[in-house]
């Protein structure tokens, strides 16, 4: 059964396309099935895309396969981990048929052209880390800083599935890119029917208060957030009137917090303040840091 559409323009709305990379790695799979459970309920067009492996990878399996036509040996192998994936589509949902491709673009291109039509991007969580993703770097990352569109990095779950009862959870700090986040975590909690956990992540914690020099009122500090948090979070509730919400106010390190509420999220929305491999990486982001260990998928709206 279709979840409720909401006629507002938006990543899940009518008209809906998704852009699924795999690249024949182990967590193609759930992917591709957790992709397809999600376009069933949304009605989304899926397109599946094989990426071509890195220079230097292509070097090593040339080599393996001892053959001058590796180029040809590895467009086969990736036609057929499509194969796999599209019987993993239709084992979802009979009726929809996937578009397929190879892709021999770069990371970084293939999500800009992605971008141009999908209203999501759909990736894989790899082996990553701040530092090895200066050093070696990591397609991942790199195609989550170059999308313009929201890029959902799915990280593997126990018993994972669109279809489960676990909230949407979504970080909000009252800035523009946040908002986004907001919005679009509204759509997913609709059309997934859960609840809504709403997380600000700038609030000041009780440890804090020897850096003030001065008492604080703390049970005044609370309410005047939790009054902030509903102030923003009430504007969207008009358009998803059946999405119960839950406001949390945290004072922690927003990307500890998020990623502790990561372990009992269905998804984790954050917003980007822009785009940058160098930057992106550098900067250690809270939605770098969470694509990195989150423990269910993450969407990052730019």
Known sequence: ????????????????????????????SGVVSWSAA??????????????????????????????????????????????????????????????TSVSELSPARLAEKAAEHATMLIVGGGES?????????????TMVNAATCPVLVWRPKREDSPGEARPVVVGVDGSEH??????????????????????????????????YGTSIDWQHLREAE????????????????SVAVEALSVGASAARELRALSATAQILVVGSRGHGRVAGLLLGSVSHN???????PVLVVH
């Open 226 to 241: 939790r009054k902030w948090l509903q102030n923003i979070v009430e504007p969207y509730r008009a358009d998803y009137p």
């Open 38 to 99: 999600l376009a069933h309920k949304t009605g989304a067009q899926l397109d599946l895309v094989y990426t071509m492996p890195t220079s230097g990878w292509s070097a090593a399996m040339a080599a393996s396969l001892e053959t001058s036509d590796y180029p040809s040996q590895i467009r086969q192998r990736g036609q057929q981990h499509l194969d796999d994936a599209t019987r993993l589509v239709r084992e979802a949902d009979p009726d929809t048929e996937p578009s």
């Open 290 to 296: 969470l694509v990195h260990h989150a423990e269910c």
């Open 1 to 28: 059964m279709k979840g409720t559409m909401n006629n507002k323009t938006g990543l899940l709305t009518r008209g809906a396309h998704f852009t699924v990379v795999i690249d024949g790695s182990p967590t193609d």
């Open 129 to 141: 880390g701040p530092l090895r993703d200066v050093v070696f770097g990591n397609s991942t990352i």
């Open 178 to 211: 946040s908002k986004r986040a907001l919005a679009a975590a509204f759509e997913l909690a609709n059309v997934l029917q859960v609840e809504l956990l709403a997380v600000h992540i700038g609030a000041v914690h009780e440890t804090d208060e020897l850096d």
